[in-house]
């Protein structure tokens, strides 16, 4: 009887060995010590056309491993030549809209090649202290960071030439800086290849004049690859101006809903995407609870804010809130590169259950190992950013939480909305998160008391309650978030506030502004003694009595010089003061602004000019001496009308 024959085992096509044409050695070395033991979905659907001629259009889910399914291509072209990248020449382009993104694509990169004997022999040359890198006469990949704030645009040149890397990681409008440079070269005969990441984002964020003097730099016969969670409509642009015939790869993930209906969703299914509807007032009070009553603690939570003005007030609030041993670090885009650096590194590094408070800027396409738990306290105004809020949680097969708070009413519609865009959420359920009146009053009160130990604190408070408001107001899903249906006093007391501001969307409002907090406003201090010096000092500007006695002062003056008619020199008095008063003001308060550098230069400047006027006034007076006692007088000649210049 002859022997059965034995079906050949079935190849897995998300083997990284089973791809054509195959990867190189270290790559497969690199992934294998990474732990990516298969392709995710993405990686197997892109590698295989980015690897040979074709432009690619990416739309995949969040956390899905898009970074390598850039990478390891870009590199694969790379080392196919067989002569190294020329001196000063650029091979190959990775944009990406924030300098957090590109900073982890670029470390992404130094951790690839350094499994490549070439670069890695090459990398510590890069230093500072060294003037140039050795020439190679083998193909090499070395990646430059080109982002704003870390370094000045003649500091990345210097960089460029002195070591010739031939990869550029940036973001566009200093890269666009770098190739209007003469000295940088991108050739048809050596550069290959452009990547957009977050591309969707490039062109919301307004980048999109930068990205189109990018693309008139670069040769039209390239491979070009768009990357994105989200593909809108403002891509089709780039589409067609970038890309050619290129090859649309969407990955989505399959969802079971009720009734055994399967269906896409844009979500990765490790995440729990859930809602939780609550007055403003209770919401901070139900964040607490999230964070304090999970089965277990959040390492790693993400809490998105609408504005940057937001982030600056809840940062200082919402840390004694929080159950102990809880870590918390702002980040948003108007601080200073350092800072958001140094902020972003400490969340990244921390072994401490670490909250960061962010706004969008973190939204997107930054891949922060083990984030636990995502929560938006505030719903985005543009709904693709919901899908990137909330996948920061749940990446890479991470078990994550992602958590929406909404108000009742209207805004319970934006479950429904969610479901029809593929994004459904469910209900958080939790047995121990219910917040009561008493719990939510009593948080209301902390927060205020913080309020009022320092003056400052309010007014952090005043800028960005508007921020918020006028945030909301820009919702692209309006039928939902609608200002007319917003509780005031519900937000106010949700806020800590001591008085709602004074504000447009305010003027039908005709509850109590002052939110039932009585406070002695002239009384209510800065903690910080230089800048309640010059509060004071400008509250005693304002004096009713001086400004009485000054309208006197100059009405009295008006009167010697001219005769008054209809009232108007009494109304030119007191126009008069005032400016005066809001001078006084507004210079007392840049005074409390201003650093002890910048008081000692304006110091410093005071002086000079009084000096200045010194001598001028001694000038004046000895010519004014010279042309009596030669009985010129100024009278006649025309002299006495000359400009000569100011006191």
Known sequence: MAPEAKTPAKKDVRAWDALT???AEWILEYVSSSGFSRMTPVQAAVLPLFLTNKDVVVEAVTGSGKTLAFLIPLIQRLLRIEEPTKRHHVAAIVVTPTRELASQIHKVF????????????????????????PATMTPFILPQLVVGGTTTPAQDLSFFLRHSPNILVATPGRLVELLSSPHVHCPQSSFECLVLDEGDRLLDLGFKPDIQKILARL???????????????????????????????????KSLKTGGIIEDRRTPASLQMTYLVTPASRKLPA???????????????????????AVDYFQHVLPPLLPEGYQLVPLHGKHQPQVRKRNFDKFQTSSQPIILLTTDVAARGIDIP??????????????????????????????????????????????????????????????????????????TEKIR????????????????????????????????????DLDWTQLGRGWGLLKLPKMPELKSFQGDKKL??????????????????????????????????????????RKRNAEAWSGKHEQEGVRTVRREKRRKKKDAE???NMTEEERLKARELDELLAEVRRQNQAKFAAEAAAAAAAGGGGDGDGKGDEFTGFD
């Not at 320092?454 to 919702?475: C, M, N, T, V």
């Not at 209510?524 to 004096?543: I, V």
Request: charged fraction near 30%; glycine fraction near 4%; hydrophobic fraction near 40%.
């Open 21 to 23: 044409p195959p990867l």
């Open 110 to 133: 130094l951790d690839l090649i350094a499994f490549y004997t070439t670069s890695a022999e090459l990398l510590p040359f890069l230093s500072d202290d060294f003037e140039k890198r």
């Open 219 to 253: 040769p039209k016969q390239r491979r070009t690859g768009l990357f994105s969670a989200s593909i809108s409509e403002a891509v089709s642009e780039i589409i067609r101006v970038g890309l050619r015939n290129p090859v649309r790869v969407s990955v989505t993930v």
């Open 287 to 309: 964040l607490v609870q999230i964070m304090d009553k999970l089965e277990q603690r959040p390492q790693k939570t993400i809490i998105f804010l609408s504005t940057c003005a």
């Open 370 to 443: 083990q984030v636990d738990l995502s929560v938006q306290l505030d719903p985005p105004s543009d709904v693709k950013v919901f899908i990137h809020r909330a996948g920061r949680a749940g990446r890479a097969g991470r078990r994550g939480l992602a958590v929406v708070f909404l108000h009742p009413g209207k805004e319970e519609d934006y479950v429904q909305f969610l479901d029809i865009r593929k994004t459904p959420i469910t209900p958080l359920v939790h047995p121990e998160i219910d917040v009561s009146d008493a719990e939510a009053t009593a948080v």
């Open 449 to 484: 008391s913080l309020v009022k130990e320092d003056r400052a604190l309010h007014e952090k408070a005043q800028r960005a309650f508007p921020s918020f408001i006028r945030s909301y107001g820009k919702h692209q899903a309006s039928s939902i978030f609608r200002i007319e």
């Open 516 to 557: 039932g907090v009585a406070m002695d406003w002239d009384a209510y201090e800065y903690k910080d003694k230089t800048r309640e010096k010059a509060r004071r000092a400008a509250l005693e500007a304002e004096d009713p009595a001086a400004d009485a006695e000054r309208a006197e002062a100059f009405k009295s003056k």
């Open 590 to 592: 840049s005074w409390s």
